[in-house]
């Protein structure tokens, strides 16, 4: 079953804006982490925010964790072309002993119009 | 895409024939995975491996088998594929535990359509 679910499913917006990205999930985590993926292509990790973790920066991107409400954001900044993509959120359920898996939404495809 | 390839990258077979997909790496990680991914359905784990020899089940396990006998190279098998196994396959590496933070890397994929 889908740890975590991203919201919208698409989105589409014109070069320049900011796109924001949801993700809910269900159990407690260790962390949860954001990829993306091109068309066509493998997975790409993007950034990493522990469950500690409130909020994260890296470049154009930012992340933020709300544990109580189990819920994640992905801020692109300024985006470009080139982000468009689509966007998983990916999850480690806590389990205690130490969890071998990742599980994945069904991503966001953003389409960023130039 | 970090030191794994997949091959073969397009396989079409029919129903019924065994299928096994290669996923090779050369950045001598510990944990390997292959998912699918489905319209619909995102990416769900099928199996995945913490070390030579060691292997366990995930999500979507029915229907396929895996073995690692060395560190660099994962195999998937389908011992007698069904129209249902029609999916995108991905090989997936990574250095540490997903608790511990472990980022996976992808691999390109594998196309397979079962007719």
């Known amino acids: 079953s889908q740890q975590g679910e991203e919201d919208p499913q698409a989105l589409s917006i014109q070069e320049g804006e900011n796109a924001t990205m949801n993700c809910s999930y269900k159990t407690s985590i260790n962390n949860l982490q954001w990829y993306r993926q091109n068309s066509g292509r493998g997975l790409v990790h993007l950034i990493l925010?522990?469950?500690?973790?409130r909020e994260k920066h890296s470049g154009r991107l930012r992340v933020t964790l709300d544990t109580s409400k189990k819920s994640s954001s992905l801020l692109i900044t300024a985006s470009r072309a080139a982000d468009t993509a689509s966007y998983f959120c990916a999850t480690d359920p806590y389990s205690g002993a130490g969890s071998y898996q990742l599980t994945f939404g069904k991503g966001t495809k953003l389409s960023v119009i130039p | 895409d970090a030191g794994i390839t997949q091959s073969p990258r397009h396989k079409v077979t029919e129903t019924g024939t065994p299928v096994t997909l290669r996923c090779h790496q050369t950045e001598n990680h510990r944990y390997m995975y292959w998912y699918r991914q489905d319209p619909g359905h995102g990416l769900r784990l099928i199996h995945y491996?913490?070390?030579?020899?060691?292997?366990d089940k995930g999500e979507v396990s029915d229907g396929y088998s895996v073995s690692r006998s060395k560190t660099e190279d994962f195999l998937l098998t389908l011992e007698s594929a069904t129209s249902s196994q029609t999916s995108v396959y991905f090989c997936?590496?990574?250095?540490?535990?997903?608790?511990?933070?472990?980022?996976?890397?992808f691999g390109p994929g594998t196309r397979l359509t079962v007719t």
């Open positions: 491996s913490y070390g030579v020899k060691d292997t």
């Open positions: 925010i522990r469950s500690n973790e």
């Open positions: 997936a590496i990574s250095e540490s535990l997903s608790a511990a933070g472990g980022e996976q890397y």
